[in-house]
């Protein structure tokens, strides 16, 4: 029997392809991951009820009209975010100060930072808030406003005003795509107005993403990657994103 966690990787794989290439069938996805139609055709059919693709007329494709509800997202990529969210708790160290902003990339995060102690922290991710509620010492400071349900976590001008408050050690956020090009990209305004807020309260900004978010296009442009001073992730970026990395000072760290 196959393992827990072969079939996740199976289906992170499945994911990542699928944010390369818009549209793929199940013979393609069957010949490069080297498993039978009969599995992937499997594959497909619980990662459509789990609201993550969308398969029609024999092909398939990314749900991306929106962003997908949370629980899938936390399972998608997931032995990825905890590998990004282990380098991050290695940059950060006791006695940090933190901003953390939302979505399951940074829960990863917060769940590895829990283990620190004495941070203090300003958040409007009520998932981060539940991760670090046993950490040694820690002091949680939480924006206030509308509560998105589906996502537990806070967006609007009460929020981006709260992050002014603050002046942190780092800021870790994540965003809903990375072009090609380099571009920060997500799905509406109020996600880039909050990340923003996030970034800009703290010395060093942190941009953690996993690889199935790059080449995903989205409408709203955040910044450019180099923009930051530190990229977590374990995407294949091109040449060109690199050397500009390099020339603006930004690093990028691959779990």
Same mark, same amino acid.
């Given at each position: 029997m196959m393992s827990r966690d072969a079939l996740s990787q199976r289906r992170d794989k499945i994911i990542a392809l699928l944010s390369e290439v818009e549209e793929l069938s199940a013979q393609?996805?069957?010949?490069?991951?080297g498993v039978s139609v009969q599995t992937i055709r499997t594959d497909l059919r619980d990662?459509?009820?789990?609201?993550?693709?969308?398969?029609?007329?024999?092909?398939?494709?990314?749900?991306?009209m929106e962003n997908i509800a949370y629980a899938p997202r936390l399972d998608a990529s997931s032995i990825e975010k905890q590998r990004i969210a282990r380098v991050v708790k290695t940059l950060v160290g006791?006695?940090?100060r933190l901003a953390l902003g939302t979505g399951t990339t940074v829960e990863?995060?917060?769940?590895?930072?829990?283990?620190?102690?004495?941070?203090?922290?300003?958040?409007?991710?009520?998932?981060?808030v539940l991760a670090l509620q046993h950490a040694p010492g820690v002091v949680v400071e939480m924006a206030g406003g509308t509560v998105r349900l589906r996502d537990l976590d806070v967006v609007g001008p009460l929020s981006r005003n709260f992050f002014t408050r603050?002046?942190? +050690? &780092?800021?870790i956020f994540s965003?809903?795509?990375? $072009?090609?090009?380099? /571009?920060?990209? +997500? &799905?509406?305004?109020?996600?880039?107005?909050?990340? $923003?807020?996030?970034? /800009?309260?703290?010395?060093?900004?942190?941009?953690?993403?996993?690889?199935?978010?790059?080449?995903?296009?989205?409408?709203?442009?955040?910044?450019?990657?180099?923009?930051?001073?530190?990229?977590?992730?374990?995407?294949?970026?091109?040449?060109?994103i690199k050397s500009e990395c390099a020339r603006s000072g930004c690093q990028i760290m691959c779990p």
């Open positions: 393609d996805l069957s010949q490069e991951l990662l459509d009820e789990a609201a993550l693709v969308q398969r029609k007329n024999g092909a398939v494709r990314l749900r991306q006791h006695n940090a990863h995060c917060a769940r590895e930072l829990s283990a620190l102690q004495n941070l203090f922290v300003a958040t409007n991710n009520i998932h981060a603050f002046r942190m +050690d &780092y800021a965003c809903g795509g990375l $072009s090609e090009s380099g /571009a920060v990209l +997500d &799905y509406n305004s109020d996600e880039v107005a909050a990340r $923003s807020a996030i970034a /800009a309260c703290a010395k060093k900004k942190v941009l953690v993403v996993d690889s199935a978010k790059f080449g995903r296009e989205l409408p709203c442009v955040m910044h450019r990657i180099w923009d930051y001073d530190i990229v977590v992730t374990e995407a294949e970026l091109g040449a060109a």
